[in-house]
């Protein structure tokens, strides 16, 4: 069994180049950043395409391709270091399983990115993490309501918000807050795709997103009023 | 009843903010805030914060050891699925 161990180089390193089973990827001497040129479309889909009809070592290429992103992803997602990178693990796995089943409608990274998070909330939902209240949602509680956040900006938030604060405050929202925010307001995705994603309404990723940073705000607000209060 | 004049719309125009921040306009462009400083704040603040979150949050890299656990990982998919897992 000596040989059993996949013969795939490390991605990120140049694989003693000729060597190697013959693929078609020309630029492989640069390792892993293929982002920029434009060259780089083509490689990736040819890359993808070899990785559809089973090719480890382009399989590894698309990792080394993307692992950022989903690896990023993930970390934000659940913000935990060790779960970020089992959920990785389970990403690409998945995506191993599945890929000869991407047909091209979206683009593979979009599709990638969608898998990853459906694996996230996978295991956000085995573990019962409440994508909580995705309906309680609909009808704030009465301390939730808009009107306690109402007026005030007595922050001075703009401008000089103190990154350890808010990393905290993201870390303790609630994980379907998290989510939602994190979809929304770092990866850029759209109320009707989070919907998608989520399975729930529109208006409900609206208002949680909001719900959201309500919350990030009293957190930032009230830290510093405890500390102040020692 | 004038006097909650204002601050009716402050409210109304705050629970219209989860919509309004949902459609990819401009929220400073809104009737209102043209001429509320209290929301005009309120909502800066929530878009500082956004923009916070999204600098807190760089691209990093895995750690190095992360493919060589996801290779085992395929390897014994594909030994558990009878195929011998030998490169073509
Ligand atoms: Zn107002």
Redesign the interface.
């Known amino acids: 069994m000596t040989s059993s161990r996949l013969e795939t180089p490390p991605p990120d390193h140049n694989p003693s180049a000729t060597s190697r089973i013959a693929t078609p990827i020309e630029n492989t001497s640069n390792s892993g950043d293929f982002k920029s040129a434009g060259v780089s479309n083509a490689t990736e889909a040819e890359t993808l395409a070899l990785a559809q009809t089973g090719d480890h070592y382009a399989f590894a290429q698309l990792y080394s391709l993307h692992k950022r992103r989903i690896y990023s992803l993930c970390l934000r997602m659940v913000g935990n270091v060790a779960e970020a990178e089992d959920l990785t693990q389970e990403a690409f796995l998945q995506l191993h399983r599945k890929i000869a089943t991407f047909r091209g409608d979206s683009a593979f990274s979009t599709w990638l990115h969608r898998l990853a998070i459906n694996v996230v909330l996978m295991r956000l939902r085995r573990k019962g993490l409440s994508l909580i209240s995705l309906d309680e949602a609909m009808e704030p509680a009465p301390e939730e309501r808009p009107g306690r956040s109402f007026g005030a900006p007595d922050l001075n938030l703009t401008g000089s918000i103190d990154r350890l604060a808010l990393e905290r405050a993201i870390a303790n929202l609630p994980a379907g807050y998290r989510l939602i925010f994190v979809l929304h307001d770092i990866e850029g995705y759209e109320h009707n795709e989070i919907a998608t994603m989520l399975d729930c309404s529109i208006g409900n990723s609206k208002s949680q997103l909001h719900k959201a940073r309500l919350k990030l705000r009293d957190a930032l607000r009230t830290y510093p009023r405890q500390e102040a209060r020692r | 009843m004038t006097d909650t004049n204002h601050k009716m719309n ?2 109304e125009f ?2 219209q ?3 309004l ?2 459609t ?1 306009e401009r929220i400073s462009d809104h009737p209102h805030l043209q001429s509320c ?2 929301c005009s ?2 909502v ?3 878009e ?3 923009e ?3 600098q ?9 050891e ?6 085992m ?3 014994k ?1 594909q ?1 558990s699925a009878g195929q011998s ?4």
Request: charged letters at 25%; a negative charge.
């Open positions: 402050c409210e705050q629970s903010l989860p919509e921040i949902g990819g400083e209290l704040a309120f800066a603040e929530l500082a914060i956004a916070a979150a999204r807190l949050f760089p691209i990093v890299e895995p750690p190095d992360l493919w060589e656990h996801i290779e990982a395929i390897q998919e030994n897992g030998r490169p073509m």
